[in-house]
Nanobody, 119 residues
Framework: QVQLVESGGGLVQAGGSLRLSCAAS????????MGWFRQAPGKEREFVAR????????LYADSVKGRFTISRDNGKNTVYLQMNSLKADDTAVYYC????????????WGQGTQVTVSS
């Protein structure tokens, strides 16, 4: 079992930055692929970014490439999402996920943190 707790969401103006954090506990964090998904009002949940257990492999949605960076600190059991040049379209609830590999469906989800970008 893995417990995921997100933090760092909030209200920011367009063009601004936020850093989300996700603290993991339970299963061995260093052997687990981690990721971020988001869901905007009235839309389906979508993939944002994922990172392998070692940090050596990363995947990004086209909509966030060049603006968002996913990273992890296995010593702190924490994964981060640095979000720069935020747009109104980035407004959503952001969910932290854990999975066996970087391409398999997430097995665990956090409760989500709200990010609101004002234009």
């Amino acid at each position: 079992q893995v417990q995921l707790v997100e933090s760092g969401g909030g209200l920011v103006q367009a063009g601004g930055s936020l850093r989300l954090s996700c603290a993991a506990s339970g299963r061995t964090f260093s052997s687990t692929a981690m990721g971020w998904f988001r869901q905007a009002p009235g839309k389906e949940r979508e993939f944002v970014a994922r990172i392998s257990w070692s940090g050596g492999a990363r995947l990004y949605a086209d909509s966030v490439k060049g603006r968002f960076t996913i990273s992890r600190d296995n010593g702190k059991n924490t994964v981060y999402l640095q979000m720069n040049s935020l747009k109104a379209d980035d407004t959503a609830v952001y969910y932290c996920t854990a999975s066996s590999t970087i391409t398999t469906m997430p097995n665990y989800w956090g409760q989500g943190t709200q990010v609101t970008v004002s234009s």
